[in-house]
């Protein structure tokens, strides 16, 4: 099954270098950086305001474990967020493409 991840980073920089990252060990197809976003959320009990990257990957469902793991080995946060979603449906062409580049 072929998925989005979404992965927020502390700035464009952190999420360009995991990006860059995850596609050259074959862990993701794609991967795009979204350079500004705002956060709003609880951490340790308190209201959280911050600046952020988002970073996309396509990928496939059979790749998620190692990206958690990899994430974690390259992320500046405590607890990154690492979230998967199923894509539905998707151009054929383009999904076949997704699978051939990470050898599925």
């Known amino acids: ?3 989005l991840v979404f992965i927020t980073a502390s700035d464009s920089s952190e999420a360009e270098h995991i990006g860059k990252t995850l596609v050259k060990e074959r862990l993701a197809a794609c991967a795009n950086v979204i350079e500004s976003v705002k956060s709003h959320y609880w951490w340790k009990g308190e209201i959280e305001e911050s600046a952020e990257a988002m970073l996309i990957l396509k990928t ?6 190692d990206i958690f793991k990899r994430v974690g080995e390259l992320h500046s946060y405590e607890n990154p967020e690492v979230i998967a ?3 539905l449906r998707g ?7 997704i699978k051939e580049e990470l050898f599925e």
């Open 85 to 87: 979603v199923p894509i």
């Open 1 to 3: 099954m072929v998925i």
């Open 91 to 97: 151009k054929k062409e383009y999904m076949d493409w």
């Open 60 to 65: 496939t469902e059979r790749k998620l474990e």
